[in-house]
Nanobody
């Protein structure tokens, strides 16, 4: 089992950038496909980006393509979400998640097995 802890959230202005980090413990993150999800107030949690264990397959939600970049450093047991050109609609709690199911274009956005506690991102206009 893996434990996930997110960091890097905060309050920024529209157009700013943030980098979220997800630190894994318990088991090496290289055993998992990883994803970032977000949940805005009053809305369902939705997938933002995902990366498979080797880093060779990456997926993004249409709403963040070209602005967000997911990456991973298996040696450091970390996953990152670089966010640029942030918009007020990006405001949400961002969650790091892990799964062993093997993500693909057909399932990368479905709920994962393990979750972090979330980090708040607030983008002011």
């Amino acid at each position: 089992q893996v434990q996930l802890v997110e960091s890097g959230g905060g309050l920024v202005q529209a157009g700013d950038s943030l980098r979220l980090s997800c630190a894994a413990s318990g088991r090496t993150v290289s055993s998992y496909d990883m994803g970032w999800f977000r949940q805005a107030p009053g809305k369902d949690r939705v997938a933002v980006a995902a990366i498979n264990a080797s880093g060779g397959r990456i997926y993004y939600a249409n709403s963040v393509k070209g602005r967000f970049t997911i990456s991973r450093d298996n040696a450091k047991n970390k996953v990152y979400l670089q966010m640029i050109s942030l918009k007020p609609e990006d405001t949400a709690v961002y969650y790091c998640a892990a799964t062993t199911r093997g993500i693909s274009e057909f399932n990368w956005f479905r709920p994962y097995d393990y979750w972090g506690q979330g980090t708040q991102v607030t983008v002011s206009s």
